[in-house]
């Protein structure tokens, strides 16, 4: 069965999970939210009070975790943490766990096994260069560390969260400095990926520059 493979890759606050998530939905595609997966990871260590600076501690917990999808739900050992994983909280941990070379390798046969029954778009940092290098459409999203602080910003507030902005934009700029200096599989633009940078268009301006690209590769 030839499934087809489609990658959105890109820093934190580019909307990369947005758009993914549209673009699955218009091609009938399943939606691989790779940042989940890393997400989950951090919460079985903070759940089991691990130390998420020790590397091999984190593996010992991590080893012995079951993580399943089911549509948009995550469920960790069972327990649905769909919610749970999309703190602010987990988010900084989570981009702590993944420069973690088990963390990745943990991960990587789960992401590539959804290949095997259904076209995807995966979403995250190394969907393209890493776990599908040889994706159909590859895809990366860009903007300002301002601009995506700000997004960063108006989410939490959404949610009550309420976080300076100067503190906001300090997490975005060493989340990007640890995606981008990590020894496994650093944030990059993948080879032959097209770059949007979403700073100064609409979402809909990205969702139609994505289908452009998408139609040029797969006219089918």
Not at 129 to 147: C, G, N, Q, R, T
């Amino acid at each position: 069965m030839k499934t087809n493979i489609i990658t959105i890759d890109g820093p934190a606050g580019t909307g990369k999970s947005t758009v993914a998530k549209i673009i699955a939905k218009r091609l009938g595609y399943v939606f691989l939210d790779t940042g989940a997966l890393y997400r989950t990871c951090a919460l079985a260590v903070d759940i089991r009070k691990g130390n998420i600076e020790d590397e091999e501690e984190c593996a010992k917990i991590i080893s012995g975790i079951n993580i399943k999808f089911e549509g948009s739900k995550v469920f960790l050992d069972g327990i649905d943490v769909s919610k749970e994983i999309r703190t602010n909280r987990i988010s900084t941990l989570s981009s702590k766990i993944a420069v973690y070379p088990f963390v990745r390798h943990f991960l990587l046969d789960f992401q590539r096994s959804f290949t095997k029954t259904s076209s995807i778009v995966a979403e995250g940092r190394d969907t393209g260069s890493v776990i599908f290098p040889d994706a159909d459409v590859k895809i990366y999203l860009d903007a300002s560390a301002e601009e995506r602080a700000k997004r960063r910003h108006v989410e939490l507030h959404s949610k009550g969260i309420i976080v300076p902005f100067e503190q906001v934009l300090k997490d975005v700029k060493e989340r990007d400095d640890r995606d981008r200096t990590r020894e496994t599989s650093p944030l990059m633009i993948p080879y032959n990926a097209t770059v949007v940078d979403t700073t100064h268009i609409s979402l809909d301006e990205v969702i139609n520059r994505v289908l452009d690209e998408i139609e040029k590769k797969l006219p089918d």
